[in-house]
Nanobody, 125 residues
Framework: QVQLVESGGGSVQAGGSLSLSCAAS????????MGWFRQAPGKGREGVAT????????TYADSVKGRFTISQDNAKNTLSLQMNSLKPEDTAMYYC??????????????????WGQGTQVTVSS
């Protein structure tokens, strides 16, 4: 079992920045995908960004490319999401997720086994 705890959400005006963190209960040195997902009211869950533990290769949704950056710390038990140039349409509950994986990169659409409880991000215009 893996426990994931997100932090760092909040409210910001459009154009501002926020940083999210996700603390995992175990180290994920090899064979893990970790990612950030979001769900806005009345919408389905959307993959935002993923990172593969072995290569550090990242994948981003088109809607956030160039504005968001996903990273994993050297100890590989903390995942971060730096969000810049935020837009009102970024408003959502953001979830951290992780899953064992063998490959070269982590898909945005995949069955992730472990999920955090979520942290709210609200961007006002």
């Amino acid at each position: 079992q893996v426990q994931l705890v997100e932090s760092g959400g909040g409210s910001v005006q459009a154009g501002g920045s926020l940083s999210l963190s996700c603390a995992a209960s175990r180290y994920m040195y090899s064979g893990w995908c970790m990612g950030w997902f979001r769900q806005a009211p009345g919408k389905g869950r959307e993959g935002v960004a993923t990172i593969y533990s072995d290569s550090g290769r990242t994948t981003y949704a088109d809607s956030v490319k160039g504005r968001f950056t996903i990273s994993q710390d050297n100890a590989k038990n903390t995942l971060s999401l730096q969000m810049n140039s935020l837009k009102p349409e970024d408003t959502a509950m953001y979830y951290c997720a992780a899953t064992p994986f063998v490959g070269s990169w982590c898909p945005l659409q995949y069955r992730y086994n472990y999920w955090g409880q979520g942290t709210q991000v609200t961007v006002s215009s």
